[in-house]
């Protein structure tokens, strides 16, 4: 039996994104498990979905900053998926920017979901900056994280079109059902590539 593989997932909003890793892993084409969801925002509805799962679920305390990621902050999430067991992180839809601290104990091993066809669009509401900017096309990326904002190599894209009459909403709905394929299919690439 394929071995399965632990993952910690960080969050701030809804957690669809972790929601659709849990899919994959019941319907069984995801060989993971997922041990610890945090969220810097308390009432991420993430964190109830984590727990109707039966999953682990802890708030990250920043120390009362809005949007800083504190490095005594990030070496404490550090140390709390270790011991969680988590050998890869997933970042879905976590609102701040991770650095060293967290980089020096997962580095090459933390992913990030982006709604952009990076390089293009990093940064704060990239589905809105794609309606602005008049493009045909845009759609998501799954991509590891170093230490730039958006920046690190491309595990796996997705595209779709911008439609006639598209709101950034629309867009943003369209952009997600993309996302939820695409973050099961490129954690399943890194795990073939990190037996
Ligand atoms: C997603 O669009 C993701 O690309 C972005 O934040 C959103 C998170 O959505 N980074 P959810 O919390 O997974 O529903």
């Known amino acids: 039996m394929e071995k399965k593989r632990k993952i910690g997932v960080l969050g701030s909003g809804s957690g669809s994104n972790m929601q659709a890793l849990l899919d994959a892993i019941e319907v069984g084409e995801l060989a993971a498990e997922i041990v610890l969801v945090m969220s810097d925002n308390p009432d991420g509805y993430i964190l109830e979905r984590a727990r109707q799962a039966g999953i ?26 270790q011991e969680a067991g988590a050998e890869f992180v997933c970042l879905a839809g976590f609102m701040r920017l991770v650095k060293q601290p967290l980089l020096d104990v997962y580095g090459g091993k933390i992913l990030n979901i982006h709604p952009s066809l990076l390089p293009h669009f990093p940064g704060l509401e990239a589905w809105r900056q794609a309606i602005d900017a008049g493009v045909a096309e845009s759609g998501c990326t799954v991509h590891y994280v170093d230490a730039g904002m958006d920046t690190g190599p491309v595990i796996v894209q997705r595209q779709v079109p911008v439609l006639q009459g598209d709101t950034a909403e629309t867009l943003h709905e369209r952009i997600q059902e993309q996302e939820h394929i695409a973050y099961p299919e490129a954690l399943k690439l890194v795990f073939a590539q990190s037996p």
């Open 56 to 81: 682990p679920a802890e708030v990250i305390d920043c120390a009362g900053y809005q949007s800083k990621f504190p490095d005594h902050c990030q070496e404490r999430v550090g140390k709390r998926l």
